[in-house]
């Protein structure tokens, strides 16, 4: 049971800082940027990288090497003026960043849960980029105000699911999506998966204004003021004035991975820490469960699907066929690579032993990550950026399947599909194979279990103001204070 301990308003202004969301938690005043949710960009946009504060690869597309930034450190009252270096995992995987201190011309170094918050300092910033922070947030803000501030309809509920929408929403779609939900739970855990233990599934489906954020799904619990309940939402919104989607069966299972994975698993670990990953295993569960490799039929365009997982295609993107390709800038055209991979395997596996396996291969790649991050260390360049560390993320989930094609004859055919994939793909066979075979050491002193005691207890909600080209935008930040009894 959760009671709201405290509500706070707080108004900051700010001289064209970048800016983000932010997401603070109580006991130890962590400020991470944070994307929305997943999939909040789904559907319409490629946009809003800043998904996950923990992974150093964000901090290296966030914070350019040799731009000026202010980091604020926690328990410490002052700014400190920097240029960004580097950033880069410890032995414990904590990630490491490394400044000049401007002052003083030395290198400073702070773990990432160390940061209170960064702000850029920047007179020559592109005005693209200017255009794209104050577009981008608003919709976060507006989308968040939402979920915390309307009194929605209860349309129907069961056990630990509510659906709410709108005073127009019909009650029968609220029934069929409940229904849908309930089906793929049970599937789900039948798998050995985890549900939340409360949702909220959000049904906008008369829009006023076009909805740009499109499906998704919170990872934290959101609170409502009406109901004065924290659950974990999914928020079913039309893409623009499209509501096809909202019916969609494959959206809706889409969506609801993403809360069985952050259910099952805590953020640490691999499935809810790569993006690429996490919509690989949603579009792949979706279409394992609906046996339809079509996600998001008619949804978009008449006839045709958000993404095609056996074809590797998508609605507005070319087919997904080179490694080379993958731009890393949208996560969800890289995780066709990946979630055709795992259709293909269905085909040759069938139906019962796929359902075996995807659990423990998710928990391969969760447990082995720390032996393959060793190997990357010894072995490989150093990473460059975001398409190199998704080839390397790519190439770890093929020593995996190797492994586990190696290891369990009833699997071989997987051998057989990764070097179908290294052959396609012009990958290193070689490399591969070396990396399968370090995979021996699963990371046996951290777990990977979700445990409510890590759980973010709280939310906070964001507002913006601003006119672009503006100089001075307003950020109104909600603050809403969560205590567990
Ligand atoms: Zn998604």
């Known amino acids: 049971m959760y009671f709201m301990k405290s509500f706070l308003i707080v108004i900051l202004f700010s001289l064209m800082s970048s800016c983000s969301t932010i997401i603070i938690n109580k006991k130890n005043r962590t400020i991470a940027s944070k994307a929305l949710g997943n999939c909040e960009d789904a559907f319409s946009r490629d946009k809003i990288e800043k998904s996950n504060i923990e992974e150093a690869r964000v901090y290296s597309w966030l914070l350019k090497p040799e731009s000026i930034y202010t980091v604020h450190i926690k328990n410490d009252s002052f700014l400190k003026k920097v240029t960004f270096l580097e950033a880069r995992y410890n032995n414990n995987d904590e990630i490491l960043i490394d400044f000049t201190d401007l002052k003083d011309g030395k290198k400073i170094t702070y773990k990432s849960h160390e940061i209170f918050s960064i702000g850029k300092i920047g007179k020559n910033e592109k005005k693209l980029r200017k255009v794209n922070n104050v577009i981008s947030l608003p919709i976060v803000a507006s989308e968040m105000s939402k979920i915390v501030f309307k009194p929605y309809k209860k349309l129907v509920s069961h056990k630990s699911i509510e659906v709410v929408g709108g005073v127009l929403t019909n009650k029968a779609l609220g029934g069929n999506i409940l229904n849908n939900t309930i089906k793929f739970d049970d599937s789900m855990e039948g798998l050995g998966f ?30 409502n003021v009406w109901t004065r309940e924290s659950k ?254």
């Open 194 to 223: 985890i549900k939340p233990e409360s949702t909220r599934i959000i049904i906008n489906d008369k829009p006023i204004l076009p909805n740009i954020a499109g499906p998704f799904s919170l990872k934290f619990p959101a609170y």
């Open 232 to 485: 974990k939402v999914i928020a079913m919104n039309p893409i623009f004035w499209k509501t096809n989607v909202i019916r969609n069966e494959s959206v809706l299972a889409h969506e609801r991975v993403h809360a069985i994975l952050h259910r099952t698993y805590n953020s640490q670990a691999f499935i809810n820490r790569s993006s690429a990953f996490q919509e690989a295993f949603a579009d792949f569960s979706a279409a394992h469960f609906l046996n339809d490799p079509q996600i998001g039929m008619d949804a978009q365009k008449p006839g045709v699907a958000i993404r095609d997982i056996s074809k590797r295609t998508s609605s507005n993107k070319k087919t997904i066929d080179k490694i080379t390709k993958v731009s890393g800038s949208s996560y969800h055209d890289d995780s066709l690579l990946i979630s055709n991979l795992l259709w293909r395997a269905r085909e040759v596996l069938g139906v019962e032993k796929t359902s075996e396996i995807l659990r423990p291969i998710i928990e391969d790649l969760n447990n082995y990550r720390w032996s393959s991050l060793n190997y990357e260390l010894l072995y490989l360049p150093k990473v460059e950026g975001k398409r190199q560390r998704f080839i390397n993320d790519f190439e770890f989930f093929l020593a995996v399947l190797q492994k586990r094609g190696r290891e369990d004859s009833s699997l071989s055919a997987l051998k057989d599909l990764v070097d179908d994939s290294v052959k396609e793909l012009s990958l290193d066979a070689q490399k591969i194979q070396n990396l399968s075979l370090s995979l021996i050491t699963p990371l046996t002193h951290q777990s990977f279990e979700f445990s409510s005691k890590n759980e973010m207890k709280q939310s906070i909600m964001v507002g913006v103001y601003g006119t672009v080209g503006l100089v001075v935008k307003g950020y109104f930040l909600y603050e809403v204070l969560i205590d567990d009894d």
